[in-house]
């Protein structure tokens, strides 16, 4: 069965540091991409980061740039995401998701979307 | 930034009703886009990808369409199991969802 389960949420002050991990299982780890997506409490879903499997491709969204860090060790079939200088906007259930992706031999690019999800877990930042 | 707009963002239906849920692209995405229901507490569940590819073990009354910038969720005949919020997302260019709707009992 595939499982991703996340880890490493709780309470980070304003300005300090956080470090999620995401355990997968189930499936070959080395060879999907991954991502992270955020929900705010009563909010919608926000897309955070990705990383291709080799971890040669990584992408943040503008709100998160210059402050996470995704990460992955295929080795330990784990995905992380280091979150500095956190402010009271990045309160959320962080999920982390695996991608799938459809190649279009039309314009020669791969087109990525998450089929699977973890549980989520819960970062508050307050002081 | 390609920006993804729901509607309605509130639906009140009965068992047994007809659904549709519409989203909309601000720009061309052809057909890159996937549906997900998300229930409270739970992570989201992919229903549809490419539009109108429906995911494995997923029930036929869910259906998706449309291209370039207007699409449609519909549930031909709305289960208890089914009231749930209703995410849009286009992964034409980097990723973002709609704002949800909620589907709940009439």
């Known amino acids: 069965e595939v499982q991703l389960v996340e880890s490493g949420g709780g309470l980070g002050q304003p300005g300090g540091s956080l470090r999620l991990s995401c355990a997968a299982s189930g499936f070959t780890f080395s060879s999907h991409s991954m991502s992270w997506v955020r929900q705010a409490p009563g909010k919608g879903l926000e897309w955070v980061s990705y990383?291709?499997?080799?971890?040669?491709?990584?992408y943040y969204a503008d709100s998160v740039k210059g402050r996470f860090t995704i990460s992955r060790d295929n080795a330990r079939n784990s995905l992380f995401l280091q979150m500095n200088s956190l402010r009271a906007e990045d309160t959320a259930v962080y999920y982390c998701?695996?991608?799938?992706?459809?190649?279009?031999?039309?314009?020669?690019?791969?087109?990525?979307?998450?089929?699977?999800w973890g549980r989520g877990t819960t970062v508050t930042v307050s002081s | 930034d390609i920006q993804m707009t729901q509607s309605p963002s509130t639906l009140s239906a009965s068992v047994g009703d007809r659904v549709t849920i519409t989203c909309r692209a601000s720009?061309?995405?052809?057909?890159?886009l996937a549906w997900y229901q998300q229930k409270p507490g739970k992570a989201p569940k992919l229903l549809i990808y490419k539009a109108s590819s429906l995911e494995s073990g997923v029930p036929s009354r869910f259906s998706g369409s449309g291209s370039g910038t207007e699409f449609t969720l519909t549930i031909s005949s709305l289960q208890p199991d089914d009231f749930a919020t209703y995410y849009c997302?286009?992964?034409?260019?980097?990723?973002?969802f709609g704002q949800g709707t909620k589907v709940e009992i009439k």
């Open positions: 990383i291709s499997s080799s971890s040669s491709t990584i």
């Open positions: 997302q286009q992964y034409n260019s980097y990723w973002t």
């Open positions: 720009q061309s995405i052809s057909r890159w």
């Open positions: 998701a695996r991608d799938l992706y459809y190649y279009d031999g039309s314009d020669y690019r791969s087109y990525y979307y998450m089929d699977v």
